[in-house]
């Protein structure tokens, strides 16, 4: 398989597992607690093993957040894996907004350099790999990358603002991005706010919906990754709040800094 083929395999897979997150959804599905308190249901379990199927003919090692956790001794040395998402925004799911993801990357030697995005409600895909993309109404498997771009939107949109918007959660809002949006507001004339849920925050920049968002809470490398490959594809970075560099994965613990996703 080459790069086109493997983008094509994580564009489907994500799209199965949109279809799967979907049926539950539209059900009278139940809510389970994880571990670290975090909710997770029937569409979380169901997208995993759809997306894992649709990966394995790639030959490229996967970590989920659904999965099996692997020990770092086991994937210190991985140069190549997918780094996989099945539901994000799984609290976006329960309160039924629509705002939950499918997340897939690729990472390679800890950087982030392909990555997929869909939201199942929407039909709406966001793809990198060397540029960044969107499409409307996606919902039929693709045999080709170029009946892909066909129906391409090249990232960032154009838009017609000339406001700043902070993009931030509907879930999440520490006191530290209140004082960056203060900030904000003390430089630019004017700053909106615009509130999404799961990894569309990231996807707003890279559209160029938005102009900044500031993440100083908690994270996990699925939640970012296939964000940050988009992001930077579209000419926008997600850095590292303490260090300045571009977010790094397959750390021994996934737990993300905080960080911030611009446009300089």
């Given amino acids: 398989m080459n790069r086109e083929d493997w983008l094509i395999q994580i564009i489907n897979a994500a799209l199965k597992g949109g279809e799967e997150i979907l049926e539950v959804y539209n059900s009278d599905f139940a809510v389970e607690t994880k571990d670290d308190k975090s909710p997770l249901t029937e569409a979380d379990k169901r997208a995993h093993i759809a997306i894992m199927k649709e990966l394995e003919s790639t030959g490229i ?31 976006e799911f329960v309160k039924r907004n629509g705002e939950f ?34 499409i409307t109404g996606f919902d039929a498997p693709i045999q080709s990358v170029n009946s892909l771009l066909s129906n391409a939107d090249q990232l960032p949109l154009t838009q017609n ?7 931030g959660s509907r879930s999440h809002m520490s006191e530290e991005t209140e004082a960056f ?19 569309l925050k990231l996807c707003m920049v ?34 590292n709040w303490d260090t300045k560099e571009l977010m790094q994965y397959n750390k021994e613990n996934l737990l993300n800094s905080w960080f911030l996703v611009d446009r300089v």
């Fill in 61 to 91: 090692p996967v970590l989920s957040e659904e999965g099996k956790m692997m020990e770092y001794s086991e994937r210190k040395n991985w140069k190549q894996f997918w780094m996989v998402d099945p539901l994000d925004g799984t609290k």
């Fill in 101 to 134: 993801t499918v997340n897939i990357a690729l990472i390679e030697d800890g950087k982030a350099t392909m990555g997929v995005i869909y939201v199942p409600v929407t039909k709406e895909l966001y793809f990198a790999d060397k540029l960044a993309y969107k």
């Fill in 161 to 167: 603002r000339t406001n700043y918007v902070v993009v």
């Fill in 181 to 199: 949006i203060n900030e904000q507001k003390a430089i630019h004339n004017e700053v909106d706010i615009l509130s999404k849920g799961s990894s």
């Fill in 206 to 239: 890279a559209e160029g919906a938005a102009d900044a968002y500031p993440r100083f809470a908690p994270t996990m490398e699925w939640d970012t990754a296939a964000g940050q490959a988009i992001a930077n594809a579209s000419g926008a970075r997600v850095i």
